[in-house]
Every structure is written in structure tokens, then in C-alpha cells.
């Protein structure tokens, strides 16, 4: 994808989520953007971002504030996929970004030394099952889109069920 189609598509989704979701929402984005450009895979990062704002949509469709959560592992998920694939701890560092990110987020918003607890430790435990899969998959070149999309996918949807907490 030409430099400037990336640059429209990121300007689009950040609006957007500035838009519907709020500042959060945005800044959570920016660093999914970032680790997209520092893994360098362009065109297939962004098909497998794009998905992420169907939590936003939902949130606003119900008026649930949670599903910033599963939004968020969402796009950790994302960030550890694309920089893994250069360096894992590249992975690993991007991955705990968003996540302190969030909790930073999550602070400002006044949010409850306990729910705090539970969104760090059911994160953590995702983070780790990211990565158990990154490493036990097979991520060929012909196979790596599928297999990350898959990782992040079932990522998010452990964020949701872990709401339930």
C-alpha cells in the first residue's frame, strides 16, 4: 500500500475513534498504529486492524464503557503479532505498552484499586496465551495473516468473556 493510502486509512480509524469513542479510544489506536509501522507490513496489518472497530461500534450500538477492555486486548494482541514477527521481545514490549497504556487510562478514569487488579491480571493472563500461541503456531509467510488473525480474534473475545469477572 503506497505511503499515502496508509496515512488516509490511519487518519480515518483514529478520527473515528476519536469521533465515537473518545480520547482513550484514540490513544489506544495510536500505539496499534505505531507498532504497525515499526513491523513494516502494511497492507495486511491493516486488514487485520480494521476488525477492531467493531468493539467500538458495539459499545456504542449498547452504550457498554467495558468493551473499551476487549479493544484494547484486541489491538495488544495486534501490536504483539506484527513486532514478534521482527523480535519477540519486540512483541512483548509492544504488547505491555498498550497494556500500560490502558491501566493508565483506566487510573485517570478513577477506576477502583480491585477492578484495576482484575483488568491487569485477566490482561496479563491473555498477554500469555498471545504469546504461547505466537510461539507454538506455525507462522509461515503464507500463513501468518490467517494465524494472526485468528490469535487476535480469540484474544478480544477472552477480554469480553473475561468481563464477565
Partial sequence: MPAAGF????????????????????????LAFLGLS????????????????????????????ELFFPYTIYLAAFVATELSAKRWWLGVAGAAGVIAAFMAIRTMQNAGTRVLLVELAIAAAILLAIFAAIHLSRRTAGRRFQIDAAIVAAASLLAYAGLAC
Fill in 7 to 30: 496515512i488516509l486509512v490511519e487518519l480515518l480509524f483514529l478520527a473515528s475513534t476519536h469521533l465515537f469513542g473518545g480520547p482513550p479510544w484514540t490513544v489506544i489506536g495510536v
Fill in 38 to 65: 515499526f513491523s513494516g507490513s502494511r497492507g495486511s496489518g491493516l486488514a487485520i486492524l480494521a476488525p477492531s472497530l467493531l468493539w467500538l461500534v458495539l459499545a456504542r450500538l449498547t452504550g457498554n464503557r
